[in-house]
């Protein structure tokens, strides 16, 4: 077992590759600049027009630019993968690193470290920078639920970008996982959600935003929310694990 865990050496050329490739490295910073950005602008403009102008549940509207950032972080997670499967890199890859699973976890576990990193800064300056224009209506960073949901939007990016990583491998086609998932977290899982009643809430963006909302919304609390959210990239995962380890390349 732990000859498929990843070293160093494959650790450092996955870093390489993803800094190397400018989609990919600015679909990183994305996330921090759009996410953050938006959130301050948005509150600037109506932020004091009255309490509820961002919103029904203040510290959801406190991460409104996450919807933003969310397609900055499927754009990392897909473009970090399907660059394998251009020109034949994946069996350049595969000739330096000959053990399949030892490659896979190498570029999982980088893409969801950097995810992770610039998540967790992200959702605490989208906090800071929105609250700062948001005047009498202002949360607190010392407010209930307010650093569950600094770290949890933080934790929210790291798992899209990782489903978003999965699906890519499974597909083969960083275009086909851009073309699914970003209509399905802008549209299609609203829609759905509104249509079948219940079952909505456990679709993977709605389930995972649990976890920056003040009060339960329907079953799933806030960290089984981002637990549902976790499973469903896991799945994406695992499955694009058996796609790498039993396709040729």
């Known amino acids: 077992m732990s ?24 679909s990183l910073i994305s ?15 109506i932020g004091q027009a009255e309490e509820s102008s961002m919103g029904q549940d203040p510290l959801l509207a406190a991460f409104y630019g996450l919807n933003f950032g969310q397609i900055a972080a499927i754009a990392f997670g897909a473009t970090a993968f399907s660059a394998e499967f251009h020109n034949g890199a994946l069996r350049t890859t595969f000739t330096a690193v000959p053990h399949r699973t030892r490659f896979y976890l190498s570029k999982i576990s980088m893409v969801g470290g950097l995810a992770l990193a610039v998540g967790q800064i992200t959702g605490f300056l989208t906090f800071v920078a929105g609250q700062a224009f948001m005047g009498p209506y202002a949360l607190e960073l010392g407010a209930p639920g307010t650093v569950r949901a600094i770290v949890g939007s933080g934790l929210y990016l790291t798992v899209m970008a990782l489903f978003s990583a999965g699906l890519t491998a499974v597909l083969r086609s960083g275009v086909a996982v851009l073309s699914l998932l970003i209509p399905f977290v802008l549209m299609v899982s609203f829609i759905v959600g509104e249509a079948v009643g219940g079952l909505g809430q456990f679709m993977p963006d709605r389930a995972g935003q649990m976890v920056m909302r003040i009060e339960p919304h329907g079953d799933l609390g806030p960290w ?15 499955g694009g694990w058996i796609a790498v380890r039993r396709r040729d390349a």
């Open 224 to 238: 089984t929310g981002l637990g549902v959210m976790a499973l469903w990239a896991v799945v994406a995962v695992i």
């Open 3 to 26: 000859t498929a865990l990843p070293t160093l050496p494959v650790l450092h050329s996955e870093w390489i590759k993803i800094r190397s490739l400018r989609g990919t490295f600015w």
């Open 31 to 45: 996330i921090l600049l759009a996410t953050v950005a938006i959130q301050a602008l948005t509150a600037a403009a």
